[in-house]
């Protein structure tokens, strides 16, 4: 069974900074491609950002670009990431998911709330 | 980037009855499109990958249909946990986009 376990959420102030873990089990980790999804409060889905292993290569959405670093540690099974200068519009509830060219499988999700 | 378009913004439907929801690219992705359900609280849920199969354990009465641009997505009769909001997906390339959603609702 699939397992995707995010943390590292929290309340967060304008300008600051926070790091979101994903724990996988349940699929061999190491050539999947895994990818971040977020979800305002009362609003739609957003792709946010994908790690593809085939491609080497990270991407992003325009809205969080140079902001926000997306890693992974294989001997951990565990993607992250790096949420740099926060606003308003970055509060959200963040999903890790499992890509498999569509998104087929979801964490729970962690929520960000960037406040003052 | 593409831009998901998906129709209508929400349904008022009885339980047993069929519903078709729909979902248009600005351009073709071909059958790159899959569909999701979220109940409230809880992630999103895949049900239809390449316009339409079905995914791992999703019953027979959801069904999807299309390339190109146009797809649709039908349930042939509503359960009541069906009543949630519905997300289209194109992967056909980046950035991914999803459609605003339908929320079909107990009529």
């Known amino acids: 069974e699939v397992k995707l376990l995010e943390s590292g959420g929290g309340l967060v102030q304008p300008g600051g900074s926070l790091r979101l873990s994903c724990a996988a089990s349940?699929?061999?980790?190491?050539?999947?491609?895994m990818t971040w999804v977020r979800q305002a409060p009362g609003k739609g889905l957003e792709w946010v950002s994908c790690?593809?292993?085939?491609?080497?290569?990270?991407y992003y959405a325009d809205s969080v670009k140079g902001r926000f670093t997306m890693s992974r540690d294989n001997s951990k099974n565990t993607v992250y990431l790096q949420m740099n200068s926060l606003g308003s519009g970055d509060t959200a509830v963040y999903y890790c998911v499992k890509n498999s060219g569509f998104f087929d499988a979801w964490g729970q999700g962690t929520m960000v709330t960037v406040s003052s | 980037e593409m831009v998901m378009t998906q129709s209508p913004a929400t349904l008022s439907v009885s339980p047993g009855e069929g519903v078709t929801l729909s979902c248009r690219a600005s351009?073709?992705?071909?059958?790159?499109l899959a569909w999701y359900r979220q109940k409230p609280g809880q992630a999103p849920r895949l049900l239809i990958y390449?316009?339409?199969t079905r995914a791992t354990g999703i019953p027979d009465r959801f069904s999807g249909s299309g390339s190109g641009t146009e797809f649709t997505l039908t349930i042939s009769s509503l359960q009541l946990e069906d009543f949630a909001v519905y997300y289209c997906l194109h992967y056909y390339k980046w950035p991914r986009t999803f459609g605003q959603g339908t929320k079909v609702e107990i009529k």
């Open positions: 351009e073709s992705v071909g059958s790159s």
């Open positions: 790690f593809s292993v085939s491609d080497i290569t990270t």
């Open positions: 349940g699929f061999n980790f190491n050539i999947n491609d």
């Open positions: 390449d316009a339409s």
